[in-house]
């Protein structure tokens, strides 16, 4: 039996004050952010079948945060170009901006190689994940299928409509069991959800494998595949699945600013997908209409920064490399990642993380895994990588 915690009681508890938002921000986030919260008998937040996430105690007092590495945020954007844009912009923020989004969507479909009817813009890819699983499974039948450690947005909306979920379980290796969801897939299912690089798993799925699945299955129920983390994949054999697209492969592909751009905060992304695919998604909610003026301009500016995206992936791997480093020096044993995270092994329950962390003023994310205790950790600043590197050394 899982018992249920509603928003307004985590309100009342504090563990959404300013402290409690801090520690645990993905408690609020979302369409469905006033859908009840189910905890299985132990306390936990759970996530699937698999996957357990633990909180902080409602009565703990934070300190000050030194190393935010909880949500997998760029630590050094938004980029000076995209700040330059919106303070140059903001004087015309009382105007809509249809004009100047559909210039960016220009902008975006020459990045893509396609039509800029292909291309659905949202504040943030988030924002279009559960639009889709709105549409889709809005008449509350249905099933989604999708691989279990997934990014859980869309899978929570479409449950939260009366959608079915049949959650697959990872490979040996973390990547995506392609056979098993293929073979998941019946009269029922309406959405397969492909998140790669995963999350919160880091691993990542072969590209020509990803081609061949999605390819294959598209043709008998769309494929959504969620890109936000692909800029990231130093040294992955990974594709994008954009290119399916020239062969009329009903696959969608979401994308953000939020990660390679640094731009989580101003809040835009965009999804692509065939036209006939897309209206029927503008049937019923419109794309675009959340973003606003100073982030179209934001977002193309930052589209032209490549340096800085160049610099974000430069610095994101020596971090990274240096955690990896410090992980085998105290003997974890990491899942290789193509993020701006890293999910790792622990000897020390979850909630025990989350606490001493904490009160070294390091955040990070802790789950149960197969009832065994797991940390994710963001890449930050090598700075905020050696705040959690001591802060580990002391748990060790």
Not at 139 to 146: E, L, M, Q, R
Not at 238 to 258: D, G, H, P
Not at 302 to 329: G, P, V
């Amino acid at each position: 039996m899982t018992q249920k915690m509603d928003r307004r009681n985590l309100l009342k508890s504090g563990l959404m004050a300013i402290g409690g938002m801090t520690l645990a921000p993905h408690l609020s986030m979302g369409a469905f952010s006033n859908t009840p919260l189910s905890l299985d008998p132990e306390n936990r937040i759970f996530r699937s079948p698999m996957v357990r996430e633990h909180f902080l105690p409602n009565d703990f007092k934070a300190p000050k945060i030194i190393a935010k590495l909880n949500s997998n945020e760029n630590p050094y954007g938004p980029p000076m170009s995209a700040q330059k844009a919106v303070a140059d912009s903001v004087k015309n923020g009382n105007r809509y901006a249809w004009k100047e989004m559909y210039d960016l969507i220009d902008k975006i479909a020459k990045k893509e190689g396609v039509p800029a009817d292909h291309i659905m813009m949202g504040p943030g890819s988030s924002d279009l994940l559960e639009k889709v699983a709105l549409v889709t499974f809005m008449n509350g039948k249905g099933n989604i299928v999708s691989a279990d450690p997934c990014y859980m947005s869309l899978v929570q909306v479409a449950k939260s409509v009366g959608a079915t979920w049949k959650p697959v379980p990872c490979t040996a290796d973390w990547s995506h069991d392609l056979k098993a969801m293929e073979a998941a897939i019946d009269s029922e299912t309406k959405l397969v959800y492909v998140c790669n690089p995963n999350n919160p798993t880091g691993a990542i799925t072969k590209g020509q494998d990803l081609v061949d699945f999605c390819s294959r299955v598209s043709e008998k129920v769309p494929v959504f595949v969620d890109e936000a983390y692909i800029e990231l994949a130093v040294g992955a054999d990974t594709k994008s699945m954009v290119s399916l697209l020239s062969q009329k492969k009903n696959v969608i592909v979401a994308r953000t600013f939020s990660k390679i751009m640094g731009m989580a905060g101003i809040r835009v992304g965009y999804m692509v997908a065939l036209p006939t695919y897309l209206a029927t998604i503008n049937k019923i909610t419109r794309g675009g209409m959340g973003i606003s003026y100073t982030s179209i301009f934001a977002a193309s500016a930052s589209m032209d920064d490549s340096a800085f995206q160049d610099n974000t992936r430069k610095l994101n791997h020596e971090a990274k490399l240096y955690l990896y480093e410090n992980l085998d020096k105290l003997g974890y044993k990491y899942i290789p990642s193509y993020t701006n995270f890293v999910l790792f092994p622990i000897s020390i329950t979850g909630k025990e993380l989350l606490t001493k962390m904490s009160e070294k003023g390091v955040a990070v994310r802790s789950f149960d895994i197969q009832n065994k205790p797991w940390c994710r950790v963001s890449i930050g600043t090598m700075d905020e990588m050696k705040s959690f590197v001591g802060a580990l050394n002391q748990l060790s």
